[in-house]
Nanobody
Framework: VRLVETGGGSVQAGGSLRLSCAKS????????MGWFRQAPGKAREFVAS????????NYAASVKGRFTISRDGTNDAVYLQMDNVGPEDTAVYYC???????????????WGKGTLVNVSS
C-alpha cells in the first residue's frame, strides 16, 4: 500500500493551499492519518493528525487556527487545508497513516514520499 500526496506548490504569504493524501489500496483499514513536515535544515515535525475511528483532530501549536485536517467519507483520503500561510510554513509535507491489512490484527505506520510547499513573502 502507498500513500500519495498531491497539492503542493508555490503560494504567496497570506494565501491558501490544500494538500491531499490518498491510500492506494482499499483493502487496508485506516486507523489514523496525519501530516508532518520538514523544512530545509530542520528535523521533521508534527503538523496535524486525525483518528479515523473518532476523536478530535490534533494540531501543532504553530498551525492551530490556520490549518484544518479532514477526511473523505470512505476514509481513503485525508486533506490538509492550509490558510494564511507564511514563509515559516515552507517545507516538504509528508502524509502518514496507520493502516491495517484485513488479515492483520494491528495496523502499521506508512509514509508518503512528500510534497513540497514553498511560501514566498
Amino acid at each position: 500500500v502507498r500513500l500519495v500526496e498531491t497539492g503542493g506548490g508555490s503560494v504567496q504569504a497570506g494565501g491558501s493551499l490544500r494538500l491531499s493524501c490518498a491510500k492506494s489500496e482499499r483493502t487496508f483499514t485506516t486507523n489514523a492519518m496525519g501530516w508532518f513536515r520538514q523544512a530545509p535544515g530542520k528535523a521533521r515535525e508534527f503538523v496535524a493528525s486525525l483518528d479515523l475511528n473518532g476523536g478530535p483532530p490534533n494540531y501543532a501549536a504553530s498551525v492551530k487556527g490556520r490549518f484544518t485536517i479532514s477526511r473523505d467519507g470512505t476514509n481513503d483520503a485525508v486533506y490538509l487545508q492550509m490558510d494564511n500561510v507564511g514563509p515559516e510554513d515552507t517545507a516538504v509535507y509528508y502524509c502518514t497513516g496507520n493502516l491495517r491489512y484485513q488479515t492483520e490484527r494491528y495496523g502499521r505506520d506508512y509514509w508518503g514520499k512528500g510534497t513540497l510547499v514553498n511560501v514566498s513573502s
